[in-house]
């Protein structure tokens, strides 16, 4: 709840402030932002800490490759089509449609053909490049015509 709660309390913030008449200056904007940048980063590195420890010391099982919740093997692609299908069905849900998505792929370490592979947080990935889709999906469907859509 600590996302949701820290949006309405900017925005009350704003409100208030609106209300008293009183000019948000970029210096308030600017120290806000940086308290809640510094907030959400310790928020996600502190549940990345716990979750690898719980993954590596506790009862939770990792796949087998992984070392704790790290894919040391992390395919890029498929989870970018897994975040795509994600917001596409979601996307189809709200809207009855969705655009299309053009993927290239382009591995210059290796052949073109090999997947471009690397350690990382394969959630973590998934979970930037879902918001990432379900924000543009929004858009594109917003702004296009029933037709115009590509």
């Known amino acids: 709840n600590t996302i949701p709660q820290m949006a309405q309390a900017v925005m009350d913030m704003k409100f208030e402030m609106e209300d008293q ?16 940048d510094r907030l959400y980063m310790s928020k996600i590195s502190l549940r990345m800490l716990v979750n690898q420890h719980l993954y590596v010391h506790g ?3 990792a796949k087998p ?3 704790g919740q790290i894919d040391p093997y992390c395919d890029v692609l498929a989870e970018i089509k897994k975040a795509y299908n994600e917001a ?3 996307c189809d849900m ?15 370490a290796e052949s073109p053909d090999v997947p471009v592979l690397f350690a990382y947080v394969p959630s973590h990935l998934h979970h930037m490049f879902f918001e990432i889709f379900k924000n543009s999906m ?3 469907v917003e702004k296009s015509g029933e037709g115009e859509m590509r």
Do not use: W
């Open 65 to 67: 490759r992984h070392v």
């Open 59 to 61: 009862a939770n099982i």
């Open 138 to 140: 929004r858009a594109t």
């Open 94 to 108: 709200h809207y009855g449609r969705h655009p299309q998505m053009k993927l290239i792929s382009n591995n210059r």
């Open 21 to 36: 008449k009183l000019d948000v200056d970029s210096g308030v904007e600017t120290a806000v932002q940086y308290f809640l």
């Open 88 to 90: 596409a069905r979601l």
